[in-house]
């Protein structure tokens, strides 16, 4: 990214092997995620900023450190680096490992081939070359799945539960899988869009809101007897949508945040007497990253359903143009 609404394709050295511990791969299939949004636009630094972290790949040369993958193994990874056997990743927090480097803006994997550090903590081996009709959803996995899927279990996602979702983009819609999934009894999504709350409904959402703002809680809590939803996937990441998920939320109430932060304030006595947990931040997708893969690959879910658009990789910047102008919801690069 040279700039704000610059994204530009071009020739870059080619990766290697540095440490013991990386991996040289040969990047399958690549994408735009809603967060890249944020440097096109303006509201982030964009100066000669490596673009993506969403991949699935072919292993191409690996260190001699590395024991889980080998040349010509396919595999998914997680959009932050993660050494896997640190305290953090130990608990399931690797997003917060403590070599953790987010592949945005340090390696970026829209591109043909990449170096990926600590490859035994951040790649999930699969069992053979993905099928075609498979990729799309595998790479959901490396990012936007797992983050909904995160968000959906920091909400508290479960039997009996009625859960709202704040975002209609494919992190919000696939929160309402993840919800669903979950086995959330009732699941709210707040859209004016009409193709995306088609999608909503086919994931499973079971009600869909046009409100926004202090005009969707008051929606939520008519819906919900003057409770609230049990819980709350925020996915924008604003003031305002942070503020709808805390209002929609009955006290007791858990919220998901993962919508990444930008210029929300929380006024403090709200949140005290609102009682509602808050946990969220960048999602620890490789701690559910062998779970998701699973399921992908019995076709129990369908995540790729995501990407309303194809192209090739020398197309990155329309897809960023269509994407920024919600002409698509996600769009798939192919290297």
Avoid at 143 to 169: C, E, H, R, S
């Amino acid at each position: 990214m040279r700039g704000a609404g610059n994204p530009v394709v071009e020739e870059r050295p080619e990766p290697t092997i540095e440490r013991p511990t990386d991996a040289v791969v040969r990047i399958v299939a690549a994408c735009v995620c809603g967060s890249d949004l944020w440097p096109y636009r303006g509201q982030e630094a964009a100066d000669d900023l490596p673009m993506g972290h969403e991949y699935v790949a072919q292993i191409i040369e690996v260190g001699a450190d590395v024991t889980t993958v080998a040349p010509g193994d396919y595999v998914v990874g997680s959009f932050v680096i993660s050494c896997g056997t640190c305290d953090i990743c130990r608990a399931g927090y690797q997003s917060r490992c403590v070599h953790a480097q987010f592949v945005h803006g340090s390696i970026g994997v829209q591109a043909q081939r990449a170096r990926i550090p600590y490859a035994d903590g951040t790649l999930v081996k699969l069992p053979g070359k993905p099928d075609d009709d498979l990729l799309p959803s595998l790479l959901a996995a490396s990012d936007v799945l797992g983050t909904g899927w995160f968000a959906a279990d920091a909400a508290g996602a479960g039997p009996g539960k009625t859960i709202a979702v704040v975002g209609d983009g494919a992190v919000g819609l696939l929160g309402v899988l993840a919800a669903k999934q979950l086995g959330s009894e009732r699941i709210i999504i707040s859209s004016r869009h009409a193709g995306r709350q088609a999608m909503a409904r086919t994931f499973g959402a079971t009600d869909v809101i046009e409100e926004r703002g202090d005009a969707a809680v008051a929606k939520i809590k008519e819906m919900t007897g003057g409770l609230g939803a049990h819980g709350v996937i925020e996915a924008v990441g604003t003031q305002q949508s942070m503020m709808q998920a805390i209002g929609s939320a009955r006290p007791g109430g858990s919220i998901g945040y993962v919508g990444v932060s930008h210029g929300v304030n929380l006024p403090g006595d709200q949140l005290f007497f609102s009682l509602v947990h808050l946990h969220g931040g960048p999602a620890p997708v490789r701690r559910y990253l062998p779970d998701l893969v699973d399921r992908i690959l019995r076709r129990e879910i369908n995540p790729g359903l995501v990407f309303d658009r194809d192209l090739p990789l020398s197309e990155a910047p329309e897809a960023y143009r269509l994407m920024s102008d919600r002409e698509a919801i996600k769009v798939l690069l192919r290297p």
